[in-house]
């Protein structure tokens, strides 16, 4: 059924249609974690990127070598090792950013929006297919976490990318970078999702 989906369709779907954070809610622990500023965001999402594209092309690729009792393990080591290089890769080149972001790095091998890329499609659909779809999931998961943490940096910093917006007139609001902050701006922006959904759907 994959095979007569579009390359198009198969990068645009994880964008919104089957949006890993608004509409499959998975990866929620560090959306929720991470994104009390856009940079943390940002850095979250291509971390996670890169892990779901490099192990999705891995796992298609050797999709037909693994035995069906080991698939899951095997997933594991295959993506914890781009973990790995991705948490090294922060540690190297950005210590400030892999210090906020903790131990939510790490965690992204067990981040089920990846491991359920693997087992519901890298390893039933070609590396170049697999690659694609990872890809827009990888996006999708982004753009959501540069939203959230945006509108929480604004509001509760005046500030977007450490760059102040808001004057001296404005006053912080400090729960928005903090975990109840959190809960609230992804919950609006989830009911903001189902509600354009309805809409679209109503049309």
Same mark, same amino acid.
Not at 3 to 29: A, H, M, Q, Y
Not at 123 to 134: L, V, Y
Not at 147 to 155: A, D, F, K, M, N
Not at 181 to 187: D, Q, Y
């Given at each position: ?6 390359? %198009? ?25 991470? %994104? ?27 999709? !037909? ?6 698939? $899951? ?5 295959? $993506? ?5 290089? @991705?948490?090294?890769?922060?540690? @190297?080149? %950005? ?12 965690? $992204? ?10 087992? @519901? ?29 945006? $509108? ?11 760059? %102040? ?28 999702? !189902?509600?354009? !959904? ?6």
């Amino acid at each position: 059924m994959a095979k007569n989906t579009s390359l %198009t369709r198969e990068f645009t779907k994880g964008l919104w249609d089957e949006n890993p954070v608004l509409i499959s809610l998975l990866g929620l622990c560090p959306t929720l974690a991470v %994104t009390n500023s856009a940079v943390n965001g940002i850095a979250m999402g291509l971390a996670t990127t890169f892990v779901v594209v490099s192990s999705s092309v891995i796992i298609s690729s050797l999709r !037909n070598l693994i035995p069906h009792q080991v698939r $899951i393990a095997s997933y594991i080591v295959i $993506i914890a090792t781009f973990v790995t290089l @991705a948490d090294r890769f922060l540690a @190297a080149f %950005t210590p400030e950013i892999s210090k906020a972001l903790g131990p939510y790095v790490p965690l $992204i091998v067990v981040n089920c929006l990846i491991l359920g890329r693997q087992e @519901a499609f890298s390893s039933k659909n070609t590396p170049g297919r697999s690659f694609i779809d990872a890809l827009g999931m990888g996006t999708g998961f982004l753009l959501v976490l540069f939203v959230l943490g945006g $509108i929480r940096e604004i509001l509760g910093s005046g500030s977007l990318l450490n760059i %102040t917006l808001l004057g001296d007139w404005f006053s912080p609001w400090m729960v928005m970078i903090l975990p109840p902050g959190a809960f609230l701006t992804l919950g609006l922006l989830i009911g903001l999702a !189902n509600w354009i !959904n309805e809409r679209r759907a109503e049309a």
